[in-house]
């Protein structure tokens, strides 16, 4: 569970500093994980190399949407319903987190590992360790000209790599 202590102004122009909380169960990631065609893991990797802004945001707002809950008095539940995603998702408090999570990798990293359950956060860094060890692209891997899906989706530096190499004969 991820407790995040939030600043911000509410729609009167007051400040307020105030605790949230968020956190996905197993049952959770499982449900996801199952729920999206290759697996919701895959998905956020191909988005991210991809540099599909509009996928990424809509995939944090969706994680948040369903991380956010209300903790019980006695510690012992974590209820979390439409009616309190959608008031918290109303807040300036979740535009102020959902912009440090955009415009902040370290912490978009940091978030995912907190609401994460206990274990799961060690996977996420030996997957990371996993995909930098091997984050040359394929074409560069097996020595070998890009595909043209392979050019569409390259990033600029990537583009530069290719023009540099000489390495797309036609396209």
Do not use: C, H
């Amino acid at each position: 569970m991820l407790k995040k202590t939030i600043t911000y102004l509410d729609f009167n122009g007051n400040e307020i500093t105030e605790d949230f909380y968020f956190n996905l169960t197993k049952a959770e990631i499982a449900e996801m994980e199952l729920g999206t065609k290759g697996g919701f893991t895959n998905y956020l990797k191909t988005i991210v190399q991809a540099e599909d802004g509009a996928a990424i945001i809509a995939a944090f707002k969706n994680i948040i949407a369903k991380s956010y809950g209300q903790r019980t008095e006695d510690g012992k539940g974590f209820v979390k319903s439409k009616s309190f995603s959608d008031w918290f998702m109303s807040t300036e408090a979740y535009s102020t987190l959902f912009m440090q999570i955009v415009s902040d990798g370290d912490f978009a990293t940091t978030f995912m590992k907190g609401i994460m359950p206990a274990g799961f956060a060690d996977k996420i860094d030996e997957a990371m360790k996993e995909e930098g060890s091997n984050s040359e692209p394929p074409w560069i891997r097996d020595n070998r000209d890009p595909s043209k899906a392979e050019i569409v989706s390259m990033t600029r530096e990537q583009l530069l790599e290719v023009m540099r190499r000489g390495s797309v004969k036609e396209v």
